[in-house]
């Protein structure tokens, strides 16, 4: 497998940063892409994916979050990081860290990739999704309601994932409805 890394160096107006950890009672999540894509990586590595799925994931991948970061500068954003190799339930975590407000989120409204939750279900299942389980689980509430399966997809560690963030609730679903109109 071929890997590679990348660092990108620049400056940000004080005012125009977004802290991944500042959000405030009441807001909304919002999350602008499915969840998923490391478990349907995984399948089509074991040919066990469809080329429909494929795509599906490859095309997320290939979307930047630069677009969904234009449409959000329109709006309160409060706090917001990436999802990626940690995972949703893992960034989450991250994002209630030193804040004194936790995060509630509701796993039937998460979209989720392709087959994603079958291939968690079949056991193809990335590595990283296990140890973002061992690391983070004890800091999720309630996470041992979860079917087995949809714990993994919570924390499939993604590749080129969506933003989660926080705006005030009565601007969500204006942000939302901008976010689908992109």
Same mark, same amino acid.
């Given at each position: 497998?071929?890997?590679? *890394? ?7 107006? #004080? ?13 909304? &999540?919002?999350?602008?892409? @499915?969840?998923?894509? *490391? ?16 795509? /599906? ?14 449409? !959000? ?26 804040? #004194? ?24 299942? #990335? ?6 389980? @061992? ?10 309601? &979860? ?10 560690? /993604?590749?080129?994932?969506? !933003? ?5 609730? /009565? ?10 109109? /992109?």
């Amino acid at each position: 497998e071929v890997k590679f *890394g990348l660092c990108v160096n620049g400056t940000v107006h #004080p005012d125009r940063i977004w802290s991944n950890n500042t959000y405030r009672s009441g807001e909304a &999540l919002i999350l602008t892409k @499915s969840i998923g894509v *490391g478990l349907v990586n995984t399948a089509a590595r074991a040919n066990m994916a469809s080329a429909e799925e494929e795509a /599906q994931a490859l095309a997320s991948m290939m979307r930047l979050n630069k677009d969904a970061a234009e449409v !959000l500068r329109h709006f309160s954003v409060s706090a917001c990081t990436d999802v990626t190799g940690f995972g949703l339930l893992g960034h989450a975590c991250e994002m209630a860290a030193d804040n #004194p407000v936790g995060a509630v989120i509701d796993s039937s409204l998460v979209p989720i990739i392709g087959n994603a939750l079958e291939h968690a279900r079949m056991g193809l299942i #990335p590595a990283g999704a296990y140890t973002n389980v @061992s690391y983070r689980r004890r800091f999720v509430s309630g996470e041992e309601l &979860l079917d087995e399966d949809l714990r993994f997809v919570l924390f499939d560690p /993604q590749t080129s994932g969506g !933003l989660l963030a926080c705006v005030p609730q /009565q601007e969500a679903d204006a942000a939302i409805g901008a976010l689908r109109e /992109q």
